[in-house]
């Protein structure tokens, strides 16, 4: 072990590859406002001044060998939870099949994930309830073994600040994505060492406070779930007419929806036609709605019959090769991710290659719609991406202007057309959904004065619903925040009394270091 001082004593520096201080852990390059809750140039009565490294055993061995027969717990990377501190559904082993290659730890001992992302996502725990009180598990993990100077709920609660996480990612060594903390990062972190009793009555307090903890993030997780069932309530009363029934008493003798819909009907019919190409039927069974599923005043079309003639529910690109800088833009599902295009992720294809998909050239304000991988995201296209393209996994909306486009938009994102989209999608290794299909979506029209008054609702009862999403994250992050100013409350002196009664902590390392030497 390193040798620990009491109160003002010096800590060895260690290598060149970090820098530390009493109180902070700061890396070579780093600003000096990067610190970690470690040990203090004051610490508290009874406290002392060490090193993980003076306290805790790394990656020690087991001390006696179990039989090659016995059985053990394995903890793979997967079983060790990122929020609770334990080890879920550990798999059952013989210690022969896993006593080489594995790392070794018993009941008592904290593991801790030194690999990237697991190691900031928190992956640590106190190991308890193993069988016959023995495990093996990953590499990756960090084993520490209490020396009897403190208690492993302790030191866990140490390496799981997220200052501390932090300064730990920030000393990182290996390649990109393989990224792991450096023992010596681990081993030499400085560390204010309370007397023992108090490291119980701080792990008792921190209990408690966690438990409150745990019972406000189960309210607030809940919050998201009750966000969107709200707002696919507030879509599905919309699609049945529900959401403006009072509108409708008040506003009558309009115009019907029925006579829009013969409009539409007729607009295409004096083009052409609709043209089928080579889009498969619509499936069976899938398209039933039927005018006497909505209000009387409301009218009920396919979805091919809303886009403007001579732009049809089309798709894109099939194949548009290498990215040019200097060629066509054209829209894949993957840059809507969010339902909102990103332009920097925009590629761009030959003007030769988008020619031959010239139908599926985009306008501004046009609806975009995934067909194939994610079915039903949508977009809309901004003026940036104005005569831009799209590739086959997507399909053009080009709302007439008969319609209300945003109208549209909330009924296709509505739960009962979603439910059908999703009765019509097929495949195994990529699902996806046909034009033919899209085109058959069968939407409801109301009088065009119903449908602005419906969109003006949704997006009132939208925004409150953004701003409880908002304070829900404002909340959460304010927990956040107090859970980690708890923890540096605790490895401060801050969170309890100190009891000049306790042994003081000094004096507990040097009676372990005397028995160590004695070994």
């Not at 993980?52 to 997967?78: H, Q, W, Y």
């Not at 104005?386 to 296709?412: C, K, M, P, W």
Request: charged share 25%; proline share 7%; hydrophobic share 40%.
């Amino acid at each position: 072990m390193n040798r620990a001082k009491q109160k003002g004593g010096a800590v060895p520096r260690p290598p060149e590859r970090e820098q530390v201080a009493a109180g902070r852990v700061r890396i070579v390059g780093e600003k000096p406002t990067d610190t970690v809750s470690t040990a203090r140039d004051s610490l508290p009565h009874g406290w002392a001044s060490a090193t993980i490294g003076d306290i805790c055993d790394l990656n020690p061995r087991l001390p006696d060998a179990p039989k090659p027969s016995t059985e053990i717990s394995f903890v793979p990377m997967a079983a060790v939870s990122e929020h609770t501190g334990t080890i879920v559904s550990p798999q059952t082993r013989k210690f022969r099949e896993v006593s080489k290659g594995y790392t070794q730890f018993r009941d008592g001992d904290v593991i801790w994930a030194k690999i990237t992302p697991c190691m900031e996502n928190g992956k640590a725990a106190v190991a308890h309830n193993l069988i016959n009180g023995i495990a093996c598990g990953s590499t990756e993990f960090f084993v520490l073994r209490s020396t009897g100077a403190v208690l492993p709920e302790f030191i866990y609660k140490f390496i799981r600040q997220v200052s501390y996480r932090n300064a730990a990612a920030r000393s990182m060594s290996g390649a990109v994505g393989q990224a792991r903390v450096t023992k010596n990062f681990l081993n030499s972190t400085p560390f204010a060492l309370p007397p023992l009793a108090e490291q119980r009555r701080i792990v008792a307090r921190l209990k408690k406070l966690a438990a409150r903890s745990r019972r406000a993030r189960a309210a607030l997780d809940a919050v998201p779930q009750m966000l969107a069932q709200a707002r696919q309530s507030l879509l599905a009363a919309a699609f049945r007419g529900e959401l403006t029934k009072d509108w409708r008493e008040k506003n009558k003798n309009l115009e019907s929806g029925t006579s829009i819909v013969k409009i539409l009907e007729a607009a295409h019919d004096d083009a052409g036609g609709h043209k089928r190409g080579n889009a498969a039927q619509a499936t069976e069974g899938v398209h039933n709605l039927t005018p006497a599923d909505f209000p009387k005043t409301w009218g009920l079309t396919d979805l091919l019959n809303l886009c403007s003639p001579g732009k049809p529910v089309t798709y894109g690109i099939l194949m548009p090769g290498p990215d040019q800088p200097n060629g066509v833009p054209y829209v894949r599902v993957a840059d809507y991710p969010g339902e909102v295009i990103n332009l920097k992720t925009v590629r761009r294809t030959t003007k030769e290659i988008e020619s031959n998909f010239a139908r599926a050239r985009l306008n501004t304000g046009d609806l975009l719609l995934s067909i194939r991988g994610t079915v039903g995201r949508m977009a809309i296209v901004p003026p940036e991406l104005h005569g831009a393209n799209i590739t086959q996994d997507t399909v053009r909306l080009s709302i007439t202007d008969e319609v209300e486009t945003a109208f549209v938009e909330y009924i296709l994102r509505a739960p009962a057309t979603l439910t059908r989209m999703q009765k019509a999608t097929k495949g195994v290794a990529v699902r996806g959904i046909n034009v033919g299909d899209i085109r058959a979506l069968q939407i409801p029209i109301p009088p065009l004065p119903e449908q602005r008054e419906i969109v003006s609702r949704l997006k009132r009862a939208f925004a409150r619903l953004d701003a409880a999403a908002a304070a829900h994250a404002a909340a959460v992050a304010e927990l956040d925040r107090l859970d980690e100013s708890l923890l540096a409350r605790a490895f401060t002196g801050q969170l309890v009394p100190q009891n000049p009664k306790d042994e003081p902590a000094a004096k507990l390392l040097d009676r372990l270091r005397v028995q160590t030497l004695k070994l």
